[in-house]
């Protein structure tokens, strides 16, 4: 079977309306550098595509002390709009050019892990996700975003047309460890957001990805960081309880045995960093 | 010197051009009008037996226009040494490439579709996972017809050992293993093939021997060779991976009982299951030397996987024989090496052919060795090297063009080595770069036959023609050689307009169609540059003597043959195995990230002597490849098999170096020392830049860290665990 029609809506309403209208038969294709592969190995075959690109979901904008970014926006287009630093690093270190020219922010969010490394990102800066469907529209955390290896709490008539981002109140660090300089898959990624009053921690947001079903948050070792003094001890302490708290997995990129110790090297690599 | 004109000039690569624009034209990229597309059942099981093959639901689907399995095969065997792989499996499976069904249908996705419809009912049967299991007694044969899981056996027998082992002050006894590794070029396996309105069968592809494709071709096709015509387009690399066929035969198949345009592209998982690997070995290396530090035995014991078919692993295992002992005189030897079928992917050729795996163990071992001596690793090597007068272990006399201390010492002063009081020392480098990263310096040689070895005949045929009247106004030269990147076509050019004393744009080249050109040989063993040099050389001096009989156009074919080589004996492994080798050495810096167990090279400093650098930007650009590629065998590339499967079928799995991979600070160092019997005094450079990237490596590791490293890939964490383990 191949696939029969392929639409290129024009608005969100329309988007969503063709959704609603055809339901799971039809596939959502943003960048499209995870499912197009899909397709021409066969291993996806859908009966109908609707592309998200002309659908006025590219954009990205400072309101009030957020950064809204548009779900089929670019990673390119990330990299080089200065609002948040930490993002731009984390979309630059996805792919190379090609990837981040075409693959998009909405769409990392479905990627299957060691996938995820702007997902990761957003989930260290408290990200809100806009999920919009035929019937209304709805806001959720990027924390309750992820329910299991390859699910979500998306609707199946909903698409994610917007990610809210708050400014960073603190400091931030992000440290992607692949085995290659770039276009690499994760070993560990590390985002890291911590607001401090003089060395003393008030609030901390841990993300890691590549060592979970999906970018996770290390909330043992965010609650051993809130309240504590950033030193090199409480540090230490929080990489172990990361990499105490983290399920990795093995691939051929490395073994799980391997990446619980990388989280325990890039947690307490982060956290220096935003303690220097 | 004579004065050249073309030879010896980096003049830009004539392909470039077309390549950059889009202009150039891959298998992938060919079409007919009224072709049909093709897709492979691969048996994706690493052995089974086949109990039953439906067909019938597929060749119901519309759009079908055939499904072709074993009994439609005129020959069911192909296969580049020997016979053995059958060109479709109907009985038993023996790796995941293994290739069951054809379905030739309208649309690439029609015939995808009609591939799932295909019912085959296996049997499973015991996998043989390595070459130790395959060697176990009760181990099931892989093939039963050979008796044995042994594919070939070699013994070298040099001296006596026992003899060598009682003069010895220090004994050092390791054992190295490599892993798989895949070429991994840029252009999946893909082409198109036709009959023609003569009756020819038409394949055009991409390879690296056309004229034995064709040989393949009309053995499982029970045709005349001369009914079918292979013509290859520009190749998307090859490194060795296209030495053995992919799509060729089944392609001429298709067409040929179709009487239809038949296109295939495999996908890169495709690609990767349906062609050969480079050989995982195991080398166990004793070697005895005295408190002087002079070699005066070595043991050797070899064993690779050869997979599931023969593939060239004969040949291949035999070159790891013959440079076993690395650049040095060893008086005493002994060695015994086998390849066995596992059920594997098969292993064949793939850039050093053997050698690297040869050097990897020989290097990191002479590297051991001085440490054991307490001796700086180039002095050792200085006070060993072969001589003029040496016998290479095979009991072989050394070809002139002999340069093992030059190559050493220019890569070793470059990277800081000293003599002092008249022995070499290694540079003092501040080890820690940063808090847990340290640095390392370190060094190999390596040496490396030119051309087919052991007998096997080398040869090479082209044809010029000179046309004019009063004067030559322009040549034509037909030479069947393939540009899979590597710059051929240019340094060939160079080398035609050299010969033919014409201007380059007064020369047009006939590349490789097997209706218009003889067999060169294979693009492959560093050879073509050395081989199509010397047969143009012939062909225009028989062609300028037709032109001065008055013939018009003035024509000459002219087989070039190297002096002759031999067989390794079966029992004593004596035997003058190559008529020329190369020489080379490298010397790297790493950094080491202790917490991690990351290995980073650093700087590269390689030093080899080429003869003489036709073009000497392609023979950088060759060393540079052949090194970076190495640098991704040694630490980055990891080709998993587990129980017969891939694990790593792609490339986001498999990684390769990319550009910010390669090293920032890298330097070729070349020699130029002429070798009598190449043309201009060239020798083979395509593989050298490739074989002591990993020894060097190993040696640079231990000087960072003071641990020794017997296995690659080096992956961060077999790093990190042995450096945990050991401090
Ligand atoms: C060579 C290569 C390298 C890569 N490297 C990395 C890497 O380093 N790090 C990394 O994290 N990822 C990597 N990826 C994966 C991928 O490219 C990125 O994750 C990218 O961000 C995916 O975005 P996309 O828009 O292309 O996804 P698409 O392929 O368009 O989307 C995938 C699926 O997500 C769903 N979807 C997408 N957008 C929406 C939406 N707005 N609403 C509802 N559903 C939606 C759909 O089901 C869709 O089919 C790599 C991929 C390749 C091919």
């Avoid at chain 2, 390596?446 to 010029?464: D, I, R, S």
């Avoid at chain 2, 991704?632 to 990319?658: C, H, K, R």
Wanted: net charge negative; hydrophobic share 45%; aromatic share 6%.
């Amino acid at each position: 079977m191949t696939t029969r029609e392929y639409f290129l809506p024009r608005s969100l309403d329309e988007a969503v309306g063709l959704l609603a209208e055809h339901g799971p038969s039809l596939l959502v294709m943003s960048g499209g550098t995870l499912a197009m592969p899909l397709i021409n190995e066969g291993v996806s075959m859908p009966e109908m595509v609707m592309g998200l690109r002309r659908a006025g979901l590219s954009y990205l904008e400072r309101v009030n002390g957020s950064l809204i970014v548009g779900a089929a926006t670019t990673l390119s287009q990330v990299v080089g709009f200065e609002a948040i630093p930490v993002l731009q690093e984390a979309a630059y270190n996805i792919g190379g050019w090609a990837i981040r020219n075409m693959g998009t922010v909405g769409g990392n969010l479905f990627a299957p892990p060691p996938g995820g490394d702007f997902a990761v990102a957003l989930l260290a800066l408290d990200a809100q996700l806009k999920l919009v469907s035929a019937r209304g529209e709805r806001t959720l955390p990027l924390a309750e975003f992820y329910t299991g290896f390859m699910t979500t709490a998306l609707e199946p008539d909903e698409l994610v047309a917007e990610i809210r981002v708050p400014v960073p109140a603190g400091r931030t660090a992000y440290l992607k460890y692949g085995r290659r300089h770039t276009n690499t898959p994760a070993v560990v990624t590390v985002a890291a957001h911590l607001v401090l009053n003089g060395k003393k921690v008030e609030d901390a947001r841990l993300a890691l990805n590549a060592v979970g079903p999906h970018p996770i948050r290390a909330t043992q070792a965010e609650a051993l960081l809130t309240g504590s003094t950033l030193d090199e001890e409480t540090i230490a302490a929080a990489a172990a309880a990361a990499a105490e708290e983290c399920e990795p997995f093995t691939d051929p990129i490395a073994s799980a045995w391997y990446r619980r110790r990388m989280v325990n090297v890039f947690v307490r690599r982060a956290l220096s960093q935003i303690a220097q | 010197m004579n004065q050249t004109r073309y030879v010896g000039r980096s003049l830009p690569r004539l392909d470039a051009a077309a390549k950059v624009t889009g202009e150039a034209l891959f298998p992938g990229d060919l079409s007919m009008p009224d072709m049909a597309h093709m897709k492979v059942l691969f048996a994706h099981r690493p052995h089974a037996r086949i109990l039953r093959i439906d067909t019938s639901q597929a060749e119901a689907l519309p759009g079908v226009l055939a499904v072709l399995t074993a009994k439609d095969v005129p020959v069911n065997s192909y296969g580049i040494a020997e016979f053995d792989q059958p060109v479709l499996c109907g009985e038993v499976v023996r790796f995941v490439g293994d290739r069951v069904a054809l379905v030739v249908a309208e649309t690439p996705e029609i015939a995808r579709q009609a591939c799932d419809l295909i019912e085959v009912e296996y049997e499973d049967l015991p996998v043989i996972t390595g070459p130790e299991e395959a060697l176990a007694p009760d181990a099931p044969l892989l093939h039963p017809e050979k008796g044995s899981n042994v594919l070939a056996t070699f013994h070298v027998r040099k001296g006596d050992i026992e003899e060598g082992f009682a003069q010895a002050d220090v004994i050092v006894e390791e054992t190295y293993t490599m892993g798989m590794q895949e070429h991994a070029y840029l252009q999946p396996d893909a082409g198109l093939a036709w009959v023609d309105e003569d009756g020819y069968l038409v394949v055009k592809t991409g390879g690296q021997w056309a004229h034995d494709d064709r040989r393949q071709i009309a053995h499982s096709l029970d045709l005349p060779e001369d009914r079918i015509r292979v013509i290859y387009t520009y190749v998307g690399g090859a490194f060795g991976g296209r030495e053995d066929v992919t799509v060729q035969v089944i392609l001429a198949l298709a067409a040929w009982k179709l009487r239809r345009p038949v296109k295939i592209v495999w996908s890169r998982e495709e690609t990767t299951i349906g062609h050969h690997k480079r050989h995982p070995m195991r080398i166990r290396h004793r070697w005895g030397a005295t408190r002087e530090g002079r070699i005066v035995a070595q043991e050797t014991e070899i064993l690779a996987d050869a997979g599931a078919y023969a593939s060239t692993s004969s040949y291949v295992v035999a070159s790891t024989v013959l440079l076993s002992t690395g650049p040095y005189e060893v008086p005493n030897l002994w060695l015994d090496a086998r390849a066995v079928y596992t059920n594997n992917i098969p292993c064949g050729a793939f850039r050093g052919f053997g050698v690297p795996q040869a050097m990897f163990a020989a290097e990191a071992h002479m590297a051991r060795l001085a440490d054991a001596l307490g001796m700086d690793p180039v002095e050792l090597r200085m006070r060993n090297g072969l001589e003029e007068n040496s016998l290479t272990g095979t009991m072989a006399e050394i070809p002139p063009g002999l340069s093992v201390r030059e190559t050493l010492e220019a890569a070793a002063r470059r990277m800081g080595w000293e003599l002092v009081d008249g022995e070499w020392r290694r540079p003092q480098i501040r080890r820690e770069v940063r808090p847990g990263v340290v640095r390392g310096i370190g060094i190999a040689s390596g040496w490396k036959n030119v051309g087919y070895t052991l007998g096997y005949p080398e040869q090479a045929t082209v044809t010029v023609e000179l046309h004019g009247e009063a004067e030559v106004e322009r040549g034509v030269v037909r030479l069947a050689t393939s540009e899979v990147g590597q710059g051929t076509h240019t340094t060939i050019a160079q080398m035609a307009a050299e010969a033919l004393k014409l201007p380059l744009e007064r020369i047009e080249i006939v590349y490789t169609d097997t209706a218009q050109t003889h067999s060169a040989g294979s693009v492959s063993a560093s050879r073509m540059a050395f081989m199509a040099g010397n047969a143009l050389l012939g062909a225009a001096r028989e062609a300028y003597k037709a032109w001065d009989d008055e013939d018009r156009p003035a024509v000459a074919t002219y087989t070039y043959r190297t002096p002759p080589t031999e067989p390794l004996d079966p029992e004593t492994g004596h035997g003058k195995g190559a008529f020329a080798f190369a020489y080379l050495a490298q010397a790297v810096e790493v950094e080491v990230d202790t917490e991690t167990g990351k290995v980073e090279v650093k700087r590269i400093v390689a030093a080899h002597d080429v003869g003489k650098a036709i073009n000497p930007e392609i023979v950088e650009g060759q060393i540079e490849g052949g090194a970076i590629q190495a640098l991704g065998w040694a630490t980055l590339e990891n080709f998993v098999m587990q129980d017969g499967e891939v694990l790593t079928p792609d490339l986001s799995t498999y990684l390769i170096p990319t550009v910010l991979d390669i090293p920032p600070d890298f330097e070729t160092l070349i020699l130029e020392n002429p070798l009598p019997l190449g043309p201009w005094g060239a020798t083979g450079v395509g593989e050298m830049g490739f074989l002591s990237i990993a020894p060097a490596i190993i040696d640079a590791v231990h000087d960072a860290t003071g641990v020794w490293f017997n296995a690659i890939p080096l992956t961060p964490e077999k790093v990190l665990d042995r450096l945990k383990g050991e401090h």
